[in-house]
T-cell receptor, first 114, second 111 residues
Framework: EAQVTQNPRYLITVTGKKLTVTCSQN?????MSWYRQDPGLGLRQIYY???????DKGDVPEGYKVSRKEKRNFPLILESPSPNQTSLYFC?????????????FGSGTQLSVL | SQQGEEDPQALSIQEGENATMNCSYK?????LQWYRQNSGRGLVHLIL?????REKHSGRLRVTLDTSKKSSSLLITASRAADTASYFC???????????FGSGTRLSIRP
């Protein structure tokens, strides 16, 4: 089944403790992206990747890192999480550049930073 | 930066009625997409309309695009309880990097 898999689904952590949210897609998509969703703000793009080893900042990249060593995986790293990073996170992918292609979303990761 | 702004923010209608949601955006676009989100789950793509198209249909969905007014509308006909969800418009620009989402419309269908 074609899907984008995110893990974990829920995560509670403390300020400053490094964490990684994994994202994997099995559709051979070139484009992958991370979004955060906060009440009243919709989805805001954190980072995106056009292909392996090609990543760039979205609208809210501060406090986050990503890597794209393999086509299927695009982990989101929070080196030193802070409470303002408490949010619902989504990974998404699409076939090509992401402008004329629909995005496939993962099920989301609800992160709470205490 | 938010590109699309949905209107209304929330909508409650009776089952069987039609639901109309609007989206306005600010800059030139390549395409506009609509997504549905059920209660904190991942977004599901509904329909994509390109900038050179004016109207598109998919089942009970009808989308219009007016590039001169920088606006789009999503019409769901003969609504069902299962249509209860949040609906987001998303604009794709000419840069091959971004699809920007609006803040969404929460649709509730009353039985």
């Amino acid at each position: 089944e074609a899907q984008v898999t995110q893990n974990p689904r829920y995560l509670i952590t403390v300020t400053g403790k490094k964490l990684t949210v994994t994202c994997s897609q099995n559709m051979n998509h070139e484009y992958m992206s991370w979004y955060r969703q906060d009440p009243g703000l919709g989805l805001r793009q954190i980072y995106y990747s056009m292909n392996v080893e090609v990543t760039d900042k979205g609208d809210v990249p501060e406090g986050y890192k990503v890597s794209r060593k393999e086509k299927r995986n695009f982990p989101l790293i929070l080196e030193s999480p802070s409470p303002n990073q408490t949010s619902l996170y989504f990974c998404a992918s699409s076939y090509e550049t992401g402008t004329n292609e629909k995005l496939f979303f993962g099920s989301g990761t609800q992160l709470s930073v205490l | 930066s938010q590109q699309g702004e949905e209107d209304p923010q929330a909508l409650s209608i009776q089952e069987g009625e039609n639901a109309t949601m609007n989206c306005s955006y600010k800059t030139s676009i390549n395409n506009l997409q609509w997504y549905r989100q059920n209660s904190g789950r991942g977004l599901v793509h509904l329909i994509l309309i390109r900038s050179n198209e004016r109207e598109k249909h998919s089942g009970r969905l009808r989308v219009t695009l007016d590039t001169s007014k920088k606006s789009s509308s999503l019409l769901i006909t003969a609504s069902r309880a299962a249509d209860t969800a949040s609906y987001f418009c998303a604009t794709g620009g000419w840069s091959a990097s971004k699809i920007i989402f609006g803040s969404g419309t929460r649709l509730s269908i009353r039985p």
